[in-house]
C-alpha cells in the first residue's frame, strides 16, 4: 500500500514533503550547529507601545527585532523589543507588545547582528523584501524574499543548488511556500493543495504560484 502510495506522488510531480510546506511562521537556516530564524510570518499586533493603532495587513513580517507591515502601496517598519531581554549573542530579543515606528529604517540596514555579520532586509521592488544573512563570501547561503499580494503575504524560499564539479552552474532554486493569509476572527486552514498539509490553526494558506 505504501508503495502504491509512492508512486502515485511521483506520479503527480510533487513529493510528500511539498505538503509540509507552509509560509505562516518561522524560517530559518543551518549555520554551523546552530538554527538562525531569519523570518517569521505571524498576526499583526493591534497597538503599538504608545497605543497607537497599527494599519494595514492583518499578516506581518517579523525579522531580527523589526516588523514589517504592508500598508497600502508601501512597508511601515516598526522596531519591537523591550531591550531588557537579550539572547546570549546580547541581541535585544523581539517583543510584539512594545513596538515603535522606524519609518526612518533605511531597507539594506542589519535587523539583527550574528557574530561579524547580520540578517537584513532589503526591498527588491515596490511588493517584495528579501532577507537574508549577510556574510562576506558567503553569498550561496539560503534566503527568502516576502511578497505582498492582494490575499497576503507569499514566502519564497530561494534554496542554493551547489554543482560541486562546475561551481558556475551553481544557483538559487526558487520555491513559493505559499501566500499566508487570514484574520483573528477566521481560523481556518488549508495548504499545500492537500487537507494533509501543516499548516498554522490561524491561518489560510494559499499556494503560490
Not at 500500500?1 to 502515485?8: C, E, P, T
Not at 499586533?45 to 513580517?61: C, F, M, R, Y
Not at 537579550?86 to 539594506?108: I, M, Q, S, T, Y
Not at 563570501?137 to 543548488?161: C, H, P, R, W
Amino acid at each position: 500500500m505504501k508503495k502504491m502510495l509512492l508512486v502515485l506522488v511521483s506520479s503527480l510531480g510533487f513529493t510528500l514533503s511539498s505538503f509540509a510546506a507552509d509560509p505562516c511562521g518561522s524560517k530559518s537556516i543551518q549555520i554551523g550547529d546552530a538554527q538562525l530564524e531569519l523570518i517569521k510570518v505571524t498576526d499583526k499586533p493591534e497597538k503599538t507601545a504608545n497605543g497607537q493603532s497599527i494599519k494595514g495587513s492583518d499578516e506581518v513580517l517579523i525579522s531580527g527585532i523589526y516588523m514589517f507591515v504592508r500598508n497600502g502601496q508601501t512597508w511601515n517598519v516598526y522596531r519591537c523589543a523591550d531591550d531588557v531581554k537579550r539572547d546570549k549573542a546580547n541581541n535585544p530579543v523581539v517583543n510584539l507588545n512594545n513596538c515603535v515606528v522606524k519609518n526612518d529604517f533605511e531597507f539594506g540596514n542589519l535587523v539583527k547582528r550574528y557574530g561579524n555579520s547580520g540578517i537584513t532586509v532589503r526591498k527588491t521592488d515596490g511588493n517584495r523584501l528579501e532577507i537574508r544573512l549577510n556574510v562576506a563570501g558567503a553569498e550561496d547561503m539560503d534566503y527568502y524574499d516576502v511578497k505582498s499580494t492582494s490575499d497576503g503575504l507569499e514566502v519564497i524560499q530561494n534554496k542554493f543548488q551547489e554543482n560541486k564539479q562546475q561551481r558556475y552552474l551553481s544557483h538559487h532554486e526558487r520555491v513559493s511556500l505559499g501566500v499566508c493569509s487570514g484574520s483573528k476572527n477566521s481560523k481556518t486552514a488549508s495548504g499545500g493543495g492537500s487537507s494533509t498539509g501543516s499548516t498554522s490553526p490561524s491561518k489560510k494558506v494559499k499556494t503560490g504560484n
